[in-house]
């Protein structure tokens, strides 16, 4: 499968824990996106790379969360002090240099308990 | 502000029938628009997209159609299939300068019955 890929797919994790996310996107694809969405709302824009470098946050991404891209392929989001607000699907997506349709992966389940 | 947003939240229809879902967006600067499926425990599943420039653009069994006039957007599905049954969401992004993000409605579930 050569498609966006999402580990680990669900998470269970208590509030105050600090968790990690990763996503690798489709070959050669250079922009990577972060977006989390609740149930019965759409994605939210979290934050996106061009390569290495992350070129926007939104407001919803808080300094208890990171992204990283150290490598322009795969990346990392990490949540500190984890909230139940928090509790979310948070989907990856990428798109190819050029290109403006976006590729998501299947998601992770967050869920703090 | 900068929404995108549809009309009804649920469409039932036969197997066999045509599907009309709608989307209404208020960003004028918006110029290009995806149509996205989402099935359950899955990532938004890409349909079609249309730039700004075009009022109709046609997939296999799928057409979008864009009037910009009045900031609305809907996805035509052709002899909807139980396989069709799933959250559809429109999405717009604003391609000119670094701003890549996709702005989500809220979504319409889609249930064909057979």
């Known amino acids: 499968d050569t498609g966006v890929s999402q580990n680990p797919r669900h998470k269970i994790t208590k509030r105050g824990q600090n968790v990690t996310f990763r996503c690798d996107p489709i070959?050669?694809?250079?922009?990577l996106y972060w977006y989390r969405q609740t149930l019965g709302q759409g994605p939210e824009f979290l934050t996106y790379?061009?390569?290495?470098?992350?070129?926007?946050k939104s407001r919803l991404l808080s300094d208890r969360f990171s992204a990283e891209r150290p490598k322009g392929s795969f990346s990392t989001l990490e949540i500190q002090r984890t909230e139940q607000g928090d509790s979310a699907m948070y989907l990856c997506?990428?798109?190819?240099?050029?290109?403006?349709?976006?590729?998501f992966g299947p998601g992770t389940r967050l869920t703090v308990t | 502000g900068e929404s995108v947003g549809l009309h009804l939240p649920t469409l039932s229809v036969q197997e066999g029938d045509n599907s009309i879902i709608n989307c209404a967006y208020s960003?004028?600067?918006?110029?290009?628009f995806i149509w996205y499926k989402q099935e359950s425990g899955k990532g938004p599943q890409f349909i079609i997209d249309?730039?700004?420039?075009?009022d109709k653009r046609q997939g296999q069994r799928v057409t979008v159609l864009l009037n910009k006039t009045v900031k609305h957007l809907s996805l035509q599905i052709a002899a909807t299939q139980p396989g069709d049954s799933a959250v559809y969401f429109c999405?717009?992004?604003?391609?000119?300068?670094?701003?890549?993000?996709?702005?989500f409605g809220k979504g319409t579930l889609l249930t064909v019955n057979p």
């Open positions: 997506a990428s798109s190819a240099p050029g290109g403006h349709e976006q590729y």
């Open positions: 070959s050669e694809h250079n922009r």
């Open positions: 790379f061009q390569n290495e470098a992350q070129l926007e």
């Open positions: 960003n004028s600067a918006s110029d290009y």
């Open positions: 249309i730039r700004s420039n075009m």
């Open positions: 999405a717009e992004n604003r391609s000119g300068g670094s701003n890549y993000k996709l702005t």
